[in-house]
Structure formats: structure tokens, C-alpha cells
């Protein structure tokens, strides 16, 4: 071998060696001592090239290798890990081919680090194994997406709502072909905008078109909107439209959906309701009257009767019954301010110049001969003339009053209170015991409702509060109340200077 060859040899861009049958390294150039960090010296005739294989690959070597070789005399293309002086691990690929010299068998090995192969390797199979993991999410989702698809058409069915959406760049209206159902059609089928419009009752065409246009000018705007449809089928749907478009920072619409939902039953179930309701308002309005004239038959019959020389049980006995009628009487007066209130305009009143103080003075004497065993306080801030109605007034403190005695402490005396200001008058009702629940103040001037559930002996339907507000109301004031165990309850009616 001349030097240039031995240079080459030494120097070649791949590792070449040497060996015997059994793995002894007879000769190896220079490439390959530097690539694993041993002289020459070190490695020929003093270490076998089994040495340098990790665990995994000598037994490769021990079950492949020395077999193939045994075989086919030859290997080819064998990627193996090869150790290194530091430790450390480097993949080489390795051929091999056996020949026979000077009568024993040897090995003629090359072999090339592939340390970016194997880095790509590895990446492709860590890629390979996301890109699995990545497929098996993918179909569970496309299988999660049809359960939820199919969920979403049954919930749809059922709560019969039809989808809907606008076209950014024509803005024309796209609908589901389910909403031929809506329209009395048979089957499914495409539906234009002009076909669906067509089908608008026209007298909600307009507003109906208004109320889109805005929901198109920008996100401000959601379009809401209960129209009537005239199907083929001839049956008239009502139905509530809603929708809300997405804009981008210039308000350019991007994206616009919209549900359709068809609340014809809900319609005409509220209509049924509502005449129910009001029936049943006109019918306490009219027993409530009729009953006026029998019960002022009695209360006449029994002031008559007192006048009489009775014995005193049967006196006793008339004085429950004058009682018995006022309470039926106030009960009626209540039930009929109460269909005046629903069913018409509010309550009438009369507003005339008065002295207020005068006025609720003569109403709290009437009244403490109603509750002979309470104590009823009367404090007058300061004169207070004003305009109001003194029968409907009287009839606010009356209520209040009542409310005190029938919900208050039984051994606390009820205070009424008059103020005034340049802005107007207020009355106010004071009592100390049990306060009201917070969750009922909201409601508590609502018709049917009661301050307390604590058991009384005489109840009434729940109205007084109700009319105490509406009689506030029609002089253009306003009630309100506080209460707390500490300070009591109070009602203050507060009516605005004419």
C-alpha cells in the first residue's frame, strides 16, 4: 500500500476496520479511533467490536449479526449504537462482508455516523406517534360532534326552532330547508329570502324588515323580532325571530345567525290567559257590586234592630253582626278598587284643597273606635294644606293602619306620622314587631301577597297594600317601606305639590 493509499485509508470520510470471525479487531483506521476516542493501539488485537455495542445491540450481534454472516457472508445497511471513550452514544450504520485471508476468515467493515439520521428518526417517530394520538382525538371528536349534531336536531324538533343566517357579502338570508316545515310545506326543502318573506303577514312586513336592518348596522343591535306567517298549508304561525351578528373593529359584518322559533301554541295559550284572567277580574268586579246592596240590607236591618229594646244577648248578638257586615263591606270596597285598578285605567280620585292633618285626624278617631284595645299615635310635623282626594286618603291611612294592627306588636302603639316640604306631602305609618322577610319587600305592594305567614285570627285576601300603592299612584306619588326588628316597619305615602 503506497502512502496516498495508506492516507486515504487512514483518512477516509467512513470508519473502515478489520476483523476476525469472532469480532476481534485486527485493523482500523484513524476515522474510525477518533470517532470513539481510542488510539490505534488500544483497539487492534486488544478489543472486539462487540465491546462498543449497547446492551440492545450485542444481543443483535449475538442473534443477527453472527448468523447473517455465518449465512450470506455479508450484512448490509445494519444501524447500530456504538459507545464512545466518554460514554457516550453514537449511531452508525454498518456494512460487512466476509472473506477468506491467508486461510482465516475475516470481516471487512465500514460504517457512518448517522447522528442526524438518527435525530431525524426519532422526530419522524415522535411525529408519527402525535400525528396518531392527533387522528384518534380527531375521529373521537368527529364521533362526540355527530352525538351532539344529533342531539342539537332532536332538541330543535322539539322546541321547534329553525336555524337561519346572513350572507356577509349579499346579506341575503339563508335558511335551514327544515323551515318549509314552518311555512306549511310537506317536506323539506330549499327557501329563499323572497320565497320566506313572501310568507310575512303584511302587515308585520315592515317592521319586520326595520328591525333586520338595524341588527345589520353593527354589534350594537340584536335582532328580535314576533311576526306572523300565512303558510301554504293555511294556517297562521306566529313566530319570534332572533339573531346577532359578528363585526369586525370597522363593523363590517362577518358572520350573522339566527333562530327561528315557533310560538304560535305559546301565543294563543297567553291569549287564553289572559281573557281567563280578565273574566275572572270582571267577575269579582260584578259579584263585588251585587253584594253591596244585600250586605247594606243587613247592616240597616241590625242598626234598626239596635235601636230596639232588645235583651242583651240579642244586642250582643247585633253588634256581631254590624261588625261581621263593616269587615264584608271594606272586603268588597277593597275587591272592587282592586277590578278598577287591573281592568281600567287606575283608580279615581277627586283632588281638592285640604288640611291634611284634619283630614287623617278624623280618620284615626273612626278608627281607634274600630280597635278599642290599641293605641293609635297621631304626630303632626308641622301644617300641612295640600290637594288630594280626603275620602282616598283617608281610606291609604285606613289600610295602613289596619296592616300595623293586624302584622305589629300587639303591645306597641301604631304611629301615624304628616310632613311636608316644598316638593309635597308624606303620611307615614309606624309599628314595632316581627320585620317583614327581605324576600318579600319587592312584592309586597303586589295584589295577593302578605307581609307575614305568622297566624292571625282575621286575615284578609291580600289587597290593602295593593290599593295603598295604586291610590298613591293616582296622585302621582309613590309607597314605600322599611322594616327591621330594631326599628319596626314603616310606610310612607308620598304625594307631590300640585
Request: proline share 4%.
Amino acid at each position: 500500500m503506497t502512502d496516498a493509499q495508506d492516507t486515504f485509508y487512514q483518512n477516509a470520510p467512513c470508519a473502515l476496520l478489520v476483523t476476525s470471525a469472532t469480532g476481534l479487531i485486527l485493523k482500523a483506521n484513524q476515522t474510525f479511533c477518533n470517532w470513539l476516542g481510542y488510539s490505534a493501539e488500544e483497539l487492534v488485537g486488544q478489543r472486539r467490536l462487540q465491546d462498543f455495542l449497547t446492551v440492545g445491540g450485542r444481543v443483535f450481534y449475538q442473534t443477527h449479526w453472527i448468523p447473517l454472516m455465518e449465512m450470506q457472508r455479508s450484512v448490509a445497511e445494519v444501524k447500530l449504537d456504538l459507545k464512545t471513550r466518554d460514554g457516550k452514544v453514537l449511531p452508525m450504520v454498518l456494512n460487512a462482508a466476509r472473506r477468506l485471508h491467508q486461510g482465516q476468515m475475516i470481516d471487512d467493515l465500514s460504517a457512518f455516523v448517522v447522528a442526524q439520521r438518527h435525530l431525524f428518526e426519532q422526530e419522524l417517530l415522535i411525529a408519527k406517534r402525535q400525528a396518531e394520538d392527533a387522528l384518534q382525538e380527531h375521529l373521537l371528536l368527529q364521533r362526540e360532534l355527530s352525538v351532539a349534531d344529533a342531539r342539537l336536531r332532536v332538541a330543535q324538533e322539539s322546541a321547534q326552532l329553525y336555524l337561519w343566517e346572513v350572507d356577509p357579502q349579499s346579506l341575503e338570508c339563508l335558511y335551514d330547508p327544515r323551515v318549509a316545515k314552518l311555512l306549511g310545506f310537506d317536506s323539506v326543502q330549499p327557501v329563499t329570502m323572497a320565497a320566506y318573506r313572501s310568507f310575512i303577514d303584511p302587515q308585520d312586513l315592515a317592521r319586520e324588515a326595520l328591525v333586520f336592518d338595524d341588527a345589520l348596522k353593527s354589534s350594537g343591535h340584536e335582532f328580535r323580532c314576533v311576526y306572523r306567517l300565512n303558510g301554504v298549508d293555511g294556517v297562521q304561525r306566529t313566530v319570534l325571530s332572533t339573531g346577532r351578528g359578528v363585526f369586525d373593529h370597522n363593523d363590517q359584518l362577518l358572520q350573522f345567525v339566527g333562530v327561528l322559533h315557533d310560538i304560535t301554541e305559546v301565543s294563543r295559550q297567553r291569549v287564553l290567559a289572559e281573557d281567563r284572567a280578565l273574566f275572572a277580574e270582571q267577575m269579582i268586579g260584578i259579584v263585588s257590586h251585587d253584594l253591596r246592596n244585600p250586605l247594606q240590607v243587613v247592616s240597616m236591618a241590625a242598626q234598626y234592630l239596635q235601636g230596639l229594646e232588645v235583651p242583651a244577648r240579642q244586642a250582643t248578638m247585633l253588634g256581631h253582626i254590624r261588625d261581621a257586615t263593616q269587615r264584608a263591606q271594606k272586603l268588597i270596597n277593597d275587591l272592587l278598587d282592586f277590578t278598577q285598578a287591573r281592568i281600567g285605567q287606575g283608580l279615581t280620585i277627586r283632588r281638592v284643597p285640604m288640611d291634611l292633618n284634619r283630614s287623617v285626624a278624623q280618620g284615626i278617631d273612626a278608627l281607634r273606635l274600630l280597635y278599642p284595645g290599641r293605641e293609635i299615635c297621631f304626630v303632626a310635623q308641622a301644617d300641612t294644606p295640600g290637594h288630594a282626594d280626603p275620602d282616598r286618603l283617608n281610606q291609604l291611612v285606613g289600610n295602613l293602619i289596619s296592616n300595623a294592627m293586624a302584622y305589629g306588636d300587639e303591645r306597641s302603639p301604631v304611629t301615624v306620622t304628616t310632613s311636608a316640604d316644598q316638593y309635597g306631602f308624606a303620611v307615614a305609618v309606624h309599628n314595632l314587631g316581627s320585620p317583614i322577610p327581605p324576600a318579600l319587600l319587592a312584592s309586597i305592594f303586589l295584589p295577593m301577597t302578605r307581609g307575614t305567614e305568622v297566624n292571625r285570627e282575621v286575615r284578609s285576601v291580600g289587597l290593602g297594600l295593593f290599593i295603598v300603592s295604586e291610590i298613591a299612584k293616582a296622585h302621582g306619588g309613590s309607597v314605600v317601606v322599611k322594616s327591621s326588628a330594631e326599628g319596626g316597619t314603616t310606610f310612607t305615602a308620598h304625594f307631590p305639590a300640585c
